[in-house]
Every structure is written in C-alpha cells, then in structure tokens.
C-alpha cells in the first residue's frame, strides 16, 4: 500500500479514536473523556480498540466499496451532535478541548456512517418476516404481552403538623372525617372536595391520582385501593403524608395485549435480531479470514 494511504488511513484512525473516546465516555460514565478516572479511562480504551479493529476489517472489506454515505447524511449527523449543546461555541470548545476540529468529527462521523451503512447492505437481504414467525413469537412470550390491573383513582390528602395550629393531628383528623361525611352523602362532589381541601398537588386535577398498578402508592392505600369496586369510597388511610380518603374511579382488569396491537412491533422485532444476527455472522468470518490471510 502507498506510504500517503497508509499515512491518510492511520490519521483517519486516530481522528476516530478520539471521536469515540468522547462518545463512550459519555454513553458509559456520562463524563468528558479528561474527567475519567483510571478504571474507567482503561474500559473506555478498550471498548474504543476494540471498535476500531472491527471497524478497519469492514472497512476493509469487498461489501465496504460497495457503499457510500452521502454528504448530506454526514451534515445530518453532525447537526445532532451539535444539537447537544447549548451553542455552537460549546460545540466547538468541547472539540477543541478533546484535540478535535468540526471538519475532523466530520471525518469521524462519516467513517461511523459508513460502518454502519456495510452492516446494513451485508444484512439487508435476510428473510422476511412471515405472519406466522409473529404469532409463534407472540404465543412463545406470553408473558412480554401480560398487562397488569390498572385501577384510576383520586384521592384527598390531609397533611399533620404538630408544629403548626389547626394542623396537628387531632385537628388533621377531624378534617379528613368532615371531608368523608360530605363525599359519602355526595360521591359525585369528591372532585370538587378535593379541589377545594386537599393538600397535595393532585387538588388541582381534582385529585386524580391517575392510572397506578399494584405498588405504586404507600402500602396502605395500596391495599385499600385494590380491594375497591368502581365508585367506591375508601375509609380514612394514613400514610408518611398524612390522612386520605381514595375513590376508584375504573378497573382495568389484568389482561393479554391483543396482537393486532402489537404485531407490527413484534415483526420489526423479529427482523432486527435477524439482521443482528446476521452481522454478528458476517463479522466473524471477516475476521476469520483476515487471520486466515495474516498466518
């Protein structure tokens, strides 16, 4: 190979290096890659090394020639990682401060692109995903499409506060009592009770705790909500906040996902572990050939 490819292929390299220093360090530790300590400054290399084989022996390859990234999809990408940051001054300190230029990370993102562009074309051809490959996988994982009991509820909530008059808990209690009385004798004003009473910030939507599954709210209200039938008015509860009264408003009973619903979702499953897979397949016998090629 002429020394001015090799020269060109080796600073491509580096210029990567670099790019992906950046971007694990953030995907694994959320952190500049100046700011890792050693443990973490060792992983991020080797995950970093270990990209960049795989990403020379594709784009090595017979299937690399092949493909081509337009300049607009390159613009693309670095307009999304611009995005990240407050300004493009930002932008350009964090590449300055990583040793990078913006026309490098073009560079870099376009050396990406490519990569993944191989990997799409070699996969792009695997079997397509028939309508009964949906419904095996839909009756083999059951349990993926299981949805839980849903109950919608509201609730009014009375806080205690010894350290404050008319707040402590004899008068907290004689409240939430008062409150009950009313809603028993007018269930359709609870809305309304709980605008005008209650002391969390739920009042405001007239108390709608919304949809919640079991364990989702302090035990006792937990239990007490599961046990209700729809309209129904619970007794006095205590929780860490204080006192409340809940009213379920709707049961969604536990059930299955119809797979209408879900078969799209499942077909583009199917196909992408395919495609995975089929990559995984490819890499390996580049590699093996390669070595092959070097014994």
């Known amino acids: 190979m002429p020394e001015t490819a090799t020269t060109s292929d080796n600073a491509s390299a580096h210029t990567s290096s670099r790019y992906l220093s950046i971007k694990h360090a953030q995907a694994l530790f959320q952190l ?5 300590s050693e443990p973490q400054r060792a992983h991020v290399d080797e995950v970093v090394a270990r990209q960049l084989a795989i990403e020379q022996r594709v784009l090595a390859s017979e299937e690399a020639r092949r493909v081509t990234v337009s300049n607009e999809t390159v613009d693309a990408g670095v307009g999304e990682v611009m995005s990240r940051f407050t300004s493009e001054a930002d932008f350009v300190c964090m590449l300055a401060k990583q ?13 990406e692109m490519t990569v993944d562009a191989v990997l799409d074309a070699v996969s792009a051809n695997v079997p397509p995903v028939s309508k009964q490959d949906v419904e095996i996988f ?7 499409f299981h949805t839980p009991e849903r109950r919608t509820a509201r609730h009014i909530l009375i806080t205690i506060n010894d350290d404050l008059a008319g707040s402590g808990r004899v008068a907290a209690r004689a409240r939430i009592d008062q409150i009950r009385a009313q809603c028993v004798r007018d269930p359709e004003q609870f809305a309304k009770q709980a605008l005008r009473h209650s002391e969390c910030p739920t009042a405001m939507q007239g ?25 129904e008015l619970s007794g006095v509860l205590e929780s860490p906040m204080g006192f409340h009264i809940l009213c379920c408003d709707h049961i969604r009973p536990a059930g299955r996902v119809p797979l209408a619903k879900v078969r799209e979702k499942i077909r583009a499953q199917i196909l992408a572990t395919r ?6 397949q490819w890499l390996r016998s ?7 090629k070097v014994d």
């Open 32 to 36: 500049a890659p100046d700011a890792l």
């Open 99 to 111: 040793g990078l230029t913006q026309a490098a990370l073009r560079d870099a993102l376009a050396r």
């Open 275 to 280: 495609r995975a897979h089929h990559q995984r």
């Open 138 to 144: 839909y009756r083999l994982h059951a349990d993926r």
């Open 286 to 292: 580049l590699i093996g050939t390669r070595q092959a």
């Open 207 to 231: 108390g709608l705790l919304g949809p919640v599954t079991r364990g989702q709210l302090f035990p006792a209200l937990d239990a007490a909500l599961f046990a209700m039938g729809t309209g």
